[in-house]
Structures are given as C-alpha cells and as structure tokens.
C-alpha cells in the first residue's frame, strides 16, 4: 500500500484555506443537480470506488442479519416477545455505542485503514459464528434452544456490534480523505465532498434493500444458518474489497485524538470557574496579563487552555444541544425492525392480486431503503426547490423538526393499525396469544415458523403497513440524513469527529430508551397502546425542538465568530452514518 503521510504535499485544510461554517440555524446546502452530479462521479479518485463497493456490501451484511434477528430470537432461542425486543435493542445499542471506541483506536494507535481492516475481520469472524449458531434446532420438546446457540448467538452479536461500530467512525471519513488529500482546492473538490456523501448514503440503502429482500427469503425457504451466512459471504467480500484497494488509499497516520480536548477544557471550566485567580471581576478573566470578557461559564478555562480549543467547545455544546432530541427518534425508528416485525406476523402476507406473493414480516423493512433512494432525489431536487420557490425556506432545524413530527405521526399510524388488529383477534387464536404475551403456549402454536403459523381470511393484509413505512421513510430523510449533514456542517473544524460521535450515541440511546420502557411495562400494554406512549414521546421532542430552536435563534449571530468555530486542522473530521 502506498501510504501517503506527509501532509506538506498536500492541499492545506486549515479553516480560513478550507473550510466554510454555516450559521448554526441557516444551514441549508443546495444539493448539486443531478446532471451535474452524474458528470462528478468521474472526477471521483480511484480509490472511492473500493470504498463504495465495500460500504455496499457491509451494509448488506448488517441489515441483513438485523432483518431477521428478532424473529430468530424469538423462533430459535424461544426468547418472549418482550425479552426478543429488549436483545435486540441492547444488540442495536452496542452498535451504536462502541464508535467512540472506534474512534479513539483510528485517532491515536491505528489510523483509519488499518482500524477498518482489522475491526473488519473481527466483523466477519462474528457474522460466521452466528451462521453456526443457528445450525442447532431447538430442543423438540421444551422448544428451548441449547446453552451452544444461545452462548454462540452473544458472542456473534459481540463481535458484530463491535466491529461495525468500530468501522462506522471511520469508513466515510477515510473516503473524505481520499478527495481532500489527492485533490487541488476548487470548486470541483467542493462539489465532490457533497456529491461524496450523497453516493455514500445510495450504496448504504442499496444495500439495505437488497440484503431485507434476500435473506428473509433464504430464512424461509433454506434455514436460518443459511440466511446467516449470506451475510457473513457479504462480509468477507466488503473487507475484500477494501484491501484490494490498498495501493491507492491515502493512508494518514493517526494524529491524537480531540476526545482529550474536550475533556481538558470542561475540567479546567469546572476548577477554574470564580477562582480569585483568574476572575478579575464577574464579568472579565485574567489570560496571562490579559483580560479577557467572561461571557460563558467555559471561559474560566482560557486561563489553562488555548483560546481556540475553548471556543471550539462552546460551539461544540451549542451544536449537541440540538441533537438531544435524536435518541427519541432513533427510539422510535429502530423499532421498524423488532416491534412492525412483530405486528407484520400478526397480518395475512399473501397478495393474490400480484401473482398470490407472499411477502415476509421481516420484508417489509425493505421498502425503508427502497424509499430512502427514491425520497432523496425527490426531496432535494423537487419538494426543497419547491417550497423555497414559495417561500418557505427548509433550512436543517425545521427539517429536523419536521421529521421527528413525522416520525410520531408514523407511530399513531401503527398504533391504530394495531387497533384493527386487535379487533379481529379471537381468544385462543395465534394472533391473541401474540398480542396478550401469555405466558402459556395454544393448540395451535408453532414455534418453528412464527411468521403465518396459520393464516386466517379474517387477517388484516400487510400491506396495510405501508403507510406507516412511508411515513417513517419521509421522516427519515428529513431528520436522519439533514441531521448527518448539520452535525458535519455546523462542527468546528476541530471537534467534527467528537459531533459525529455524539450524534452516533444518539442511536445508541434511542435503544436503551426503548429497552427500559419495555422493560417497564412489559406486557401491561397491548401494542397499540404502547405505540401511542412511544409517539408521545416523540410530540413531546417536537415541543422540545421548537422551543429550543426559538432559544438559539434569540441568542444566534450567524456573523458572530463563536458559532463559526476554528480549530487544528491536523484532527480530521469524521463522519458517520447512522445507517
């Protein structure tokens, strides 16, 4: 591999060369149009097509083994409903947890490609170990699965949940890299970064899609190692793939991590704050002989730190504080992959008006991704120019805002589905069984095949479900790939990596929110009624939005340098998609 360390061959990244911040509120970046953007993607660097193709492949892998997951959990291991959700969302958690780690190993020991190769393997090795983990049948008669699956099946999990949290950190920075170091300063370069992450979030979905298509097939038709091991196939070829491209990588070393910065100026804030050595009065520091207007409480800390680092941070805070509200949307959104799941098997899956297919419970989380590819260009080419015409401008926050309105909407969509539901169940019958979560088994209960164990005419079909996924998928693009963008935009150059994995942890508490409140009322509240609690939730992150985004309007300056933000241009931006 040719690694390409010295950084005085390349373009300079500082702030004032490179680097252009937003207004924290008025962030709103016309995408490139699409025949312009198609002629881009020949300018890319050789190395960006490795990094796509790798990026397509491990998505597959990923959503392929988490289409299937909850009905494994449930089917295999015998694991309730309840107990099913709360594995799965401890297991969704992991991943979205464990970037920090990632992170921290890129920016200080390993630098990017070899964190990537190497989490990588670890990545794959626990893909296979689940493939044989599921080769065991359950126990015939307790329908219990043996200690090896359910050991095999957490250790899979662990090393999965570790190995794509440690590479999501990392993969679209490293592909970041390879346009900002091998390319001249320009108009082009510019459009390329855009165009760059535009693509990146295609191969994710393209992925997506096909992996929820193919493997609920494989689960159905094959067995659930086989469905295992596609993915485990996908994994292999995705790390493959990335060291093929070896040769043309520009390889930077790692350069420190900003993790220490941070930490450095709270600590400094904290102990400084009011001390008679460094207030001259309430309103003014002493920095080194030179007084310096105190108006923040992180100010105490230019004392002790540089000045830069401190305004960095307050920018940094600034930024967070808006992506709070995220874990409640990622608390309802990862849900279309344990909670629909479930309600899809509760629906009659066969359509007679197109060729009597039969479609899957865990297959409908493919028209997530199909319609992420259709609503993107959609929105950004159409809707966006649209309302701007008339306008109304849809800067990032009322995006955001908008999509998390959405998401609720999306909820009370499901919950009332569930309602219908409800409604044609009959005691005794599967259907009441899954809805009531008793603790006893019917007549007619087949373990080995939750989904349709017996269809009944009187099913509410699953296309039904759709609605909500629309739903959801539009609010998605708003929230999830808007919020992406500003968290990357609106960083200080220096603190990008720190945002990015905030923004992650987002994910990582929108799982443990949803572990606790099923863990809470476990079976207190039909699924319905439990879908309305969860959209409430969401309505009351709205509110908190809206008044928060009123705050920040009120106290905002996009002129003012304190929400620009400068920083080192040695620690690299990192940008991480919660897909």
């Not at 990588?120 to 126990?139: E, F, R, T, W």
Request: with cysteine.
């Amino acid at each position: 591999m040719v690694s390409k360390t010295n950084t005085d061959n390349y373009p300079s990244t500082s702030p004032q060369a490179t680097t252009h911040q937003e207004p924290l509120l008025e962030f709103s970046e016309a995408p490139p149009c699409s025949s312009s953007a198609i002629k881009l993607l020949g300018a890319f660097p050789p190395a960006i097509k490795f990094i796509f193709w790798n990026e397509c492949c491990e998505r597959f892998s990923f959503y392929g083994l988490k289409a299937i997951l909850a009905l494994f959990l449930s089917e295999r291991l015998g694991l309730s409903q309840v107990r099913s959700t709360e594995m799965f969302h401890l297991f969704t958690m992991t991943c979205y947890a464990t970037p920090i780690l990632g992170a921290l190993i890129s920016d200080t020991l390993l630098g990017k490609y070899r964190t990537i190769l190497s989490l990588s393997l670890l990545y794959a090795v626990g893909n296979c170990v689940m493939s044989m983990a599921a080769i065991l049948d359950p126990d015939p008669v307790t329908q219990k699965a043996s200690n090896y699956s359910m050991w095999s099946t957490a250790t899979g999990l662990l090393f999965i949940a570790f190995g794509t949290g440690g590479i999501k950190p990392c993969v679209a920075a490293f592909g970041g890299d390879q346009i900002e170091f091998s390319m001249p300063d320009g108009d082009t370069k510019e459009k390329l970064r855009v165009t760059f992450f535009s693509v990146f979030y295609f191969a994710i979905n393209v992925g997506a899609f096909l992996s929820m298509l193919l493997t609920p097939l494989l689960r159905v038709n094959v067995s659930y190692a086989a469905a295992f091991g596609m993915p485990s196939v996908l994994m292999v070829l995705a790390t493959f793939i990335f060291w093929v491209g070896r040769r043309d990588y520009v390889d930077r070393r790692a350069v420190g991590s900003v993790f220490s910065t941070v930490v450095k100026v709270l600590v400094n804030a904290v102990r400084l704050r009011k001390s008679d050595s460094v207030y001259k009065n309430y309103e003014e520091i002493d920095c080194g002989g030179v007084s310096i207007r105190a108006s923040h409480w992180l100010d105490a800390a230019k004392s002790g730190c540089g000045a830069e680092e401190v305004e960095d941070v307050k920018a940094l805070i600034k930024v967070c504080l808006f992506l709070i509200p995220g874990s409640m949307f990622s608390c309802m959104y990862g849900q279309k992959a344990s909670t629909w799941v479930f309600q899809a098997t509760q629906m009659n899956g066969h359509v007679s008006w197109l060729g009597n297919v039969v479609i899957r419970p865990d297959q409908m989380q493919a028209i997530d991704p199909l319609l992420v590819l259709i609503f993107i260009p959609l929105f950004d080419q159409v809707l966006y120019p649209f309302l701007e015409k008339h306008g109304v401008a849809m800067t990032a926050i009322r995006r955001m805002i908008l999509g998390m309105l959405l998401c609720s909407v999306a909820f009370f969509t499901s919950g009332l589905l569930q309602l219908a539901i409800d409604k044609r169940t009959t005691p005794g019958s599967i259907t009441s069984y899954i809805n009531t979560f008793s603790g006893s088994e019917p007549d007619n209960w087949d373990l080995t095949n939750l989904a349709y164990p017996k269809e009944n005419s009187q099913q509410i079909s699953i296309l039904w479900q759709v609605p909500q996924y629309v739903i959801l998928t539009a609010a998605e693009v708003l929230f999830s790939v808007t919020g992406l963008e500003f968290a990357y935009s609106q960083a200080p150059v220096s603190m990008k990596s720190v945002v990015q994995a905030i923004w992650c942890l987002t994910s990582a508490g929108g799982d443990l929110i949803t572990i606790i409140i099923v863990e809470i009322i476990g079976n207190k509240l039909s699924i319905g009624k439990r879908s309305s609690l969860f959209a409430g939730g969401g309505i009351i992150a709205t509110l908190f939005m809206l008044w928060l985004s009123s705050c920040l309007k009120e106290a905002d300056n996009p002129n003012d340098e304190e929400v620009m933000g400068t920083g080192n241009s040695e620690a690299q931006s990192t940008v991480m998609f919660s897909g």
